[in-house]
């Protein structure tokens, strides 16, 4: 017995539909839709970040402004001796990094401490120091509201594989990936919180946690630490390589810092 | 009219079953988290007291805002508004914000004047545990007014081991 | 050798008479509760801010005592009425010799 036509017009239109759902779950990761916990914050938590006058982290971006026009003595040379007016000229910086710079790849900590070593005589800050993450946040704000612009490149492409494999492979203790909890369960809760997709759009922040501001390589060895894992040490390779790849994975978001985290 | 009463058998029994939950859930609470349950709200009673120094407390007149649910008990924001004309003859002298289940019950007191406009105080408070605040604020009359609000403190899922 | 630190306030610079304006003061400070204890179990001592006044025109219009309950880079948002032109003068002073000031000015049509 012939079919009608209906029923080849009713399955074909069911197939197409089929095709466009198998085509929107293929979907390659990055392309689709990234969320921000910011999204995830009680509207008390976003007002303090939103707004400067309550932003805790301010009191950073103003000491950093400080440092910046600073001569640390006579003979010794500031940021602003190089680079003017921080306002202008590090427009659009803090979105580029982690960075290859001179065949090396340099997270922002990394390139202000090379600047600090390299040309101006001066020793290294210390990571989650006051100094360090005052400067890294006067850079940080810089770039505040446009999109993270770091790309694939020859130059670093063997680090993001890295950076890739560190963000896929299980560790610690409780043998969990990254990607187990932010990539596969982002959306779910743990232990009553939800579980964000983990993208590093917002550092430096004030994250109310640890009742004062700080960089994105120590919410890393928080995280590394929550899985029962030895953490990456702070400025280590690794460290760059995942970061590296974390503002890979958040590219086109809107850089928030500094930003306020529960 | 027609009135239906319960005859006293099952109007005692009712109030028994009252007493005896209330009892329960006051014993299941001193079980589980002994000091939680008397020491600190003790506590509380005791700052309430110092700062009353008995005065009968009214009910009212004073609203305090915590959120409901907060995500980190570090930094919660408090907003406390009381109900007064604060012209020079009849203002509030004075708002003082006690947590009951803080290691230490006052939070902080504000000193008001008939300067000030309104009796509207904003702060970022930190909350040790899921519990009561009150906020009691003291007229120039001497009189005292009291508000509260109830909040669940919940903690971050990864924990910091430096 | 008193500290101090970075504070910030936020309030209009111009007002109407007897409008009542909205001032935040917000200051740097761990408010290190007293409650914490180090890696090695020792407590961590306590040092906040204790007092907050705010005058107008050399006038107390309003203080605040802070217990270690507030949190840390302790915010107040207040308001008094805008009396006269003049300064308003804000001090904090706290713990370990602690002291900040700030001022603002405001001019009242």
Redesign the interface.
């Known amino acids: 017995m012939k079919k009608p036509l209906s029923f080849h017009f009713f399955s074909f239109v069911c197939l197409l539909l089929i095709a466009y759902q198998a085509v929107e779950v293929c979907a390659a990761p990055g392309s689709s839709k990234k969320q921000s916990s910011y999204e995830l914050m009680t509207a008390e938590n976003k007002a303090m970040q939103d707004d400067s006058t309550l932003n805790p982290a301010m009191f950073w971006v103003g000491d950093g402004e400080t440092l910046w026009n600073a001569k640390p003595s006579s003979n010794k040379s500031s940021c602003a001796s190089c680079h003017q007016d921080g306002k202008k000229t590090m427009r659009g910086v803090a979105a580029q990094f982690p960075k290859v710079v001179n065949g090396k790849l340099q997270t922002l900590e990394g390139q202000i401490n090379q600047c600090r070593e390299g040309r101006q005589d001066l020793p290294k800050l210390a990571y989650e120091s006051k100094d360090l993450l005052a400067l890294t946040t006067y850079i940080a704000i810089q770039s505040k509201g446009m999109p993270i612009a770091v790309k694939e490149s020859p130059a670093n492409r063997e680090a993001l594989q890295t950076g890739k494999k560190w963000f896929y492979e299980r560790m610690g203790q409780l043998n969990l990936s990254c990607a187990q909890c932010h990539e596969e369960r982002a959306g779910l809760k743990l232990g009553g919180s939800l579980i964000p997709e983990g993208h590093p759009n917002a550092y430096p922040i004030y994250r109310l946690e640890w009742q004062t501001l700080g960089s994105v390589q120590r919410r890393l060895r928080n995280c590394m630490s929550g899985v029962r894992a030895q953490q990456f040490e702070y400025g280590s390779p690794e460290m760059a390589q995942l970061e590296l790849f974390l503002m890979w994975r958040a590219r086109g978001m809107p850089l928030e810092a500094p930003g306020v985290r529960p | 009219m027609k009135v239906i009463m319960h005859p006293p058998t099952i109007q005692s029994r009712r109030l028994w079953l009252t007493r005896f939950k209330n009892m329960s859930f006051l014993l299941a609470g001193a079980w589980f988290s002994p000091l939680t349950v008397f020491a600190k709200k003790e506590d509380a009673a005791i700052a309430i007291q110092a700062i009353t120094g008995g005065t009968k407390i009214n009910q009212g007149r004073v609203t305090l805002v915590i959120p409901p649910l907060v995500e980190n008990g570090n930094l919660v924001v408090l907003k406390v508004s009381v109900q007064s004309p604060m012209t020079a003859t009849d203002y509030v002298k004075a708002i003082h914000v006690i947590a009951e289940g803080n290691p230490l019950p006052n939070i902080f007191t504000a000193y008001l004047t008939p300067r000030s406009g309104s009796a509207n105080i904003t702060t970022r408070v930190r909350l040790a545990d899921s519990q009561t605040v009150w906020a009691i604020a003291q007229m120039s009359n001497g009189s005292f007014w009291q508000g509260s609000a109830e909040t669940l403190v919940t903690l971050s899922a990864c924990t910091e081991a430096i | 050798m008193s500290k101090t ?2 504070t ?1 306030i ?1 309030m209009p610079a111009q007002a109407k008479k007897g409008s ?2 909205e001032i ?1 003061a ?1 200051a ?1 400070h ?1 408010m290190e ?1 007293g ?1 914490r204890y180090t ?1 090695g179990g020792k407590i961590i001592p306590r040092d906040i801010i204790r007092t907050f006044i705010c005058t ?1 025109n050399q ?23 805008a ?1 006269e032109t003049g300064v308003l003068e804000f001090k904090w002073s706290g713990d370990d010799g602690y002291e900040a000031t700030n001022q603002a000015r405001i001019t009242v049509s």
């Open positions: 630190s970075r910030a936020t009542i304006i935040r917000i740097q761990d509760s409650f890696e107008y006038v107390e219009v309003f203080k605040a005592d802070f217990y270690p309950g507030i949190g840390a880079n302790p915010l107040i948002i207040f308001t008094t009425i009396t």
